[in-house]
């Protein structure tokens, strides 16, 4: 007879747009972890991954304390925290010694189970830290990835790592799909395939990316998988496993069917919705199937990496060349993952070649960290000659992290911090500075004239943080020119890089639909609705070329928007509605 699923909630760590690592503190989280607590999962994924760099830069909390808090609200579902592999937390290699302490350190914070993610290419390495996790006590997963482009092989290539990491101690195998790339029939396939071959429970880790997860899941289970990743509904997403109540309701009734609080879920879906509109982020990330996989070019997620790399250089008008550029480069490189931080290497060294005009001129620093062997052996397919290149250049960075044995106690003031410092120096020391202030940041010194435009108006905020896909942006406002025959150009500082906007404004009475010219692209942007706003931000949900997204404005003290901003409106046509006032409260 079939046991029941294992459901694992992964909500406070991968989640729309990283929510819970971005905005929700510490003390907020006690309420929601208690009905999380009560709901029956197998486990909850709170810690590791890419939550510890945020929850210091952008939060400005401890995470080994945030940690202690978590534990102090979950008291009887076990913690699982996420290993990069021998990577950790960060995109650079730490020496057995540190991860042999961060482990320690882990299992006397309360966490009961480790998960090790490799990024695709390092298996012996992730290998040693899930046998380094097992002596420790810990109930150990790996993970491993399906890399796109390769599912015909997966089959193959899952059974042979798995049979690495059972022999390393693994209790279970993930499998994971981060692109959704495996329709339902051929997952089936797949976890029949594995089960035939290897007794170790697997563990199904699929994200939603074409609304096939929950067919997926069932498909999976049928098969033989033991386990599922879930979010709660509230905060999934397209780039999240699929909802909790989703994968319930294909369950119920059948073999499958776990004993979930249903209530207590549905308790905490509610508590994340009032969250989110008190911290004024009304709208779910809008679900979309990823056409690529159709047109069997890289998957969506690539393009919006090359866009945020092209906007972090102010060089958008590169665009199209630049995603032309990208297959090239991947294949010359032998088709490496395209996880972080390898698919940002592969975007910069697209755009190298764009702005160069010759193939490989130049090799990015972290391509040639790739080549090297940084993040374990590059693809065997990878040119022999960028390889040699590669060898022959002098590293930019050190590759390992600090060993943290060489770090003496006497200088930190807790092991929490000398940890954090092994795990993060270029980080820490600022963390650092900023606690021992009480937590405040310096007050900014905003522009008060205009770049190449007349003065921005003393009533329109200069400097705005724009959240979208779970990233901020800060633009600040240098000036606005005259308007004329319907149009303005405005003075914006993206990234650190001085940019002009030719904005064609809408006529009078006409609907809030905006012609944008940059970099010799027209843009169209239709504001759909401008939502009620929080504290200190307002979320806007807009079509932009078509594709509905939605941004959340973030306006630094001393200015916020106006409480009556309300309905089909766009900040750009009435200034008047924005206005100075006192700082808000702190939330």
Request: charged share 25%; proline share 8%.
């Amino acid at each position: 007879m079939r046991s029941p699923a294992e459901i694992h909630d992964l909500s406070l760590r991968e989640a729309i747009g990283d929510f819970v690592s971005y905005h929700v503190r510490a003390v907020e989280l006690s309420e929601v972890l208690r009905l999380l607590d009560r709901v029956g999962f197998a486990s909850i994924d709170a810690f590791g991954g890419t939550t510890f760099l945020p929850t210091m830069k952008i939060l400005g909390e401890d995470p080994w304390e945030r940690l202690r808090a978590i534990r102090r609200s979950v008291t009887a579902t076990p913690l699982q925290a996420v290993l990069r592999g021998q990577f950790v937390f960060s995109s650079r290699r730490a020496p057995l010694s540190t991860i042999r302490a961060t482990l320690h350190h882990l299992r006397h914070l309360g966490v009961d189970r480790i998960k090790v993610v490799d990024l695709g290419l390092d298996h012996v390495g992730a290998q040693g830290v899930v046998a380094m996790a097992k002596d420790l006590g810990f109930g150990t997963t790996a993970t491993i990835s399906i890399p796109w482009g390769r599912g015909g092989g997966a089959g193959t290539d899952l059974c042979a790592l798995a049979a690495g990491y059972v022999a390393a101690g693994a209790d279970a195998i993930g499998l994971q799909d981060p692109f959704g790339a495996l329709n339902p029939v051929e997952l089936g396939d797949l976890v029949g395939r594995y089960v035939a071959g290897c007794a170790v429970p697997l563990r199904l880790h699929l994200h939603d990316a074409n609304l096939l997860a929950v067919a997926g899941v069932h498909a999976g289970l049928q098969a033989g998988a033991r386990a599922v990743d879930t979010t709660v509904s509230a905060l999934s997403w397209a780039y999240s496993p699929p909802p909790a109540e989703a994968v319930l309701m294909a369950l119920r009734g059948g073999p499958f069917e776990p004993d979930i609080d249903v209530h207590a879920l549905e308790e905490a879906a509610a508590w994340f919705e009032e969250l989110k509109t008190k911290k004024g982020f009304l709208y779910r990330e809008l679900y979309g199937v990823d056409h690529a996989n159709f047109r069997g070019e890289l998957p969506a997620a690539v393009r919006r990496a090359l866009e945020d790399e092209l906007r972090e250089r102010g060089r958008a008008d590169l665009g199209e060349a630049a995603w032309k550029a990208v297959p090239p480069v991947w294949d010359a490189l032998g088709r490496p993952p395209l996880l972080n931080p390898l698919v940002r290497a592969i975007c910069s060294q697209a755009i190298e070649e764009v702005l160069s005009g010759s193939p490989f001129e130049r090799l990015d620093p972290k391509v040639s960290a790739y080549l090297r062997g940084d993040f374990g052996p590059p693809r065997p397919e990878a040119r022999s000659d960028l390889v040699k290149r590669a060898e022959a250049e002098e590293p930019g960075a050190p590759a390992l992290l600090p060993d943290v044995n060489e770090l003496d106690p006497a200088d930190f003031a807790s092991e929490d911090d000398r940890l954090t410092y092994a795990l993060f120096p270029r980080v820490a020391g600022d963390f650092f500075r900023l606690r021992a202030s009480g937590g405040q940041a310096q007050p900014e010194v905003y522009p008060t004239a205009a770049q190449g435009g007349a003065e921005a108006a003393p009533t329109i905020p200069r400097r705005l943080v724009l959240k979208r896909h779970g990233e901020a942006h800060e633009v600040v406002l240098e000036g606005m020119g005259p308007q004329e025959w319907g149009k303005r150009t405005f003075f914006v500082r993206i990234g650190g890089q001085l940019a002009h906007l030719e904005v064609t404004l809408p006529e009078p009475g006409a609907p809030p639909v905006y012609t944008v010219f940059h970099h010799g692209r027209r843009h169209r942007v239709e504001f759909v609705e401008v939502c009620p706003p929080g504290r200190a931000s307002v979320p806007v949900l807009l079509r932009e070329d078509g594709n509905l997204h939605e941004v959340l404005y973030a306006i630094p003290r001393p200015f916020r928007w106006a409480r009556r901003l309300r309905g089909r409106r766009s900040p750009l046509d009435e200034p008047s509605r924005l206005t100075q006032s006192e700082p808000p409260p702190a939330e």
